[in-house]
């Protein structure tokens, strides 16, 4: 949900939320050529640390595009492909609904200029309803789709937005066999001479 302007440098002033640099600023701080912290006294020992664990949100993804791939290439899972694509197109068109609404429906500045929304595209909430029809239309929209999601990846290279692309690598894998499947799916849809739908 946090746009572009999250991705800047941070100053001193905007760190000091953070308890490590607001320790280290009282520390320096100072009223004239008195100190503002009188004594440094440690009221809770520093405790057991956890060790890193398995990153969920990594192996999720993986796990989506495992069950993606074997509906799209294995005839013995063919009967989870309109699943899968359902779901696909759902859940990144309402994300991107939501995305939408946070940055232009509400005043948090930190949502505003979401570049994620080129991958979380709010119109596939609609086509995930209408992906199992043949249509012209969705095969310009899957065409359309994979070229806006080749300009997200743009947006991240270049550093006006970052996204955790390690994590996001398999959805977007994922969202890419969706719109090949829908461009394949309607390449014959659309005819010369034919009117548009």
């Known amino acids: 949900l946090l746009g ?3 991705d800047s440098l941070m ?5 000091m939320f953070l308890p490590d640099f ?6 320096n701080a100072g009223i004239g050529s008195l ?3 009188k004594a440094d006294i440690q009221t809770l020992k520093q405790g057991y640390i ?13 796990g989506l595009l495992i069950i993606t791939i074997l509906s799209f290439h294995l005839r013995a899972f063919r009967y989870l492909k309109p699943v899968i694509r359902f779901l696909l197109l759902f859940a990144s068109g309402l994300l991107g609904c939501f995305m939408l609404f946070m940055w ?29 029809k043949k249509s012209g239309l969705l095969k ?10 080749m300009v997200g990846l743009l947006v991240h290279v270049i550093g006006l937005q970052k996204m955790p692309l390690i994590e996001m690598a398999p959805f977007l894998l994922c969202l890419m066999y969706v719109y090949l499947d829908l461009y394949k799916n309607n390449i014959h849809s659309l005819k010369p001479g034919d009117p548009v739908p």
Request: glycine content about 6%; some cysteine.
């Open 140 to 149: 310009i929209y899957a065409l359309a789709a994979i070229s806006i999601l």
């Open 50 to 62: 956890p060790q890193r664990k398995l990153n969920g949100p990594l192996w999720t993804m993986i």
């Open 4 to 6: 572009s302007p999250v």
């Open 104 to 132: 232009i429906g509400t005043e948090h500045k930190a949502c505003s200029e979401n570049y994620n929304i080129l991958w979380a595209l709010p119109p596939n909430l609609i086509i995930a309803f209408a992906a199992h």
């Open 11 to 15: 100053t001193d002033d905007g760190a």
């Open 22 to 27: 607001l320790y280290k600023g009282f520390q």
């Open 35 to 37: 100190p503002v912290v």
